[in-house]
Every structure is written in C-alpha cells, then in structure tokens.
C-alpha cells in the first residue's frame, strides 16, 4: 500500500505534475481545488503529506496546515506549501506552522520526490502524541515531620508548662506589688512633708 498524499492548489496544472511526480504504487495521490473541501477530506484520508498552496478558495494553505497538525497524529504528517513565482508569503502566518518546507511552483518532479519521500520517512519515527513532559522539583523537600511523643511524655511536658506558667504569674504578682508599696511610700512621704512644711510655717 503506498504513502497517501493530499495535494491542494488552485492551478489544475500543479496538481497535474504533482500526480506524476509522485506515482503509483509508491503513493496515492488525492488532488483538491478548494481548501474547504481538503478540509474535510483530510481526517478519512489519513494522508502521511499534505501539500498545500498558499492562497486557495475557501481555506489557505495556513488553516490546511493548522487543520492538519491539529490532528491526533499532526506530528506524523509531512506539511508543504506550494508557492507560485509572485505569491507573498505572511511570515507571521507560517512561523508557528511545524511544516517542512517551502516548494517554488513549477517545481521539479524529480526533486519533490526526493522532498516528499524523507520528510515522510521522517515523520513516520515521531510519536503520534507529544509525549508527556518531565517534571523536575524545584522545591526543596519537606523536612520529615517528627514522630509523635509518647503518651506519658505529653503529660509531663503539659505539667512542666504549666509550672512554667504559674511562676511566671506570680513573678509578675510580685512585681506589681513591688511598684505599689513603692508608690504608696511615695505618696505618703509626700503628704508628710507637706504636713511637716505647714507646721514649722504656723510656727513662725
């Protein structure tokens, strides 16, 4: 069974020489005048190439190529566009197209073949899906969590803080009344004096 080849140009010529550039029983040849209607063909077909003129009826060669890759086995179809003598070709249209190359029309039988053929030779060794990505760590680990206390050790520890606790707060009792002896002496050796000073004056 040979390779499937969808050919899709506006100029019945082209597809003409396309046909006996790539013969039977090596390929199977299917020719289309409208992108549309390549479109639509293209998921029954199952092609191994698609060539593709950039300017078509209906669908350019940029939503072929996009239609195509966006299929589940994109990676293993071989995309080409075909390009006339005075046809532009919009770069930011192709740059992300993941195609294989650009044919000059009229193209070479001869040299098309040999295009056709590696580009399908290399295609057949991709994956049909993008293999999943390996993911690195890039965080540290996780320092392992500390076994748990012993049951009788937990009670000791509960004991000991709230020993801690109690002293603590008695501490600072003492400390609070520390500061108000030492300001109700303040107070009252102050009264004193006043006391005192009103004395000696009623003296005089």
Not at 103 to 130: H, I, M, T
Not at 196 to 202: R, V
Request: hydrophobic share 45%.
């Amino acid at each position: 069974m040979g390779f499937k080849i969808v050919v899709v140009d506006r100029s019945p010529s082209a597809l003409k020489a396309a046909e006996i550039a790539l013969p039977a029983p090596e390929f199977e040849v299917a020719t289309f005048g409208d992108g549309l209607e390549a479109i639509r063909a293209i998921p029954d077909l199952a092609p191994d190439a698609v060539l593709a003129g950039l300017s078509l009826p209906s669908r350019d060669g940029y939503e072929i190529a996009d239609f195509v890759k966006s299929q589940p086995r994109g990676r293993q179809i071989a995309v080409f566009f075909l390009r006339g003598p005075f046809e532009p070709l919009d770069e930011a249209k192709i740059a992300p197209v993941d195609h294989d190359g650009i044919v000059a029309k009229p193209f070479d039988g001869e040299s098309l073949l040999a295009l056709v053929r590696a580009a399908v030779d290399r295609r057949k060794e991709l994956p049909s899906l993008p293999e999943e990505p390996v993911r690195v760590r890039t965080d540290p680990p996780s320092p392992p969590a500390d076994p748990p206390l012993p049951s009788e050790w937990t009670a000791e520890l509960e004991k000991t803080v709230r020993e801690l606790v109690r002293r603590e707060i008695g501490l600072t009792r003492k400390e609070i009344e520390a500061m108000a002896r030492g300001v109700v002496m303040s107070e009252v050796k102050r009264t004193l004096v006043e006391e005192l000073a009103k004395i000696e004056t009623k003296k005089f």
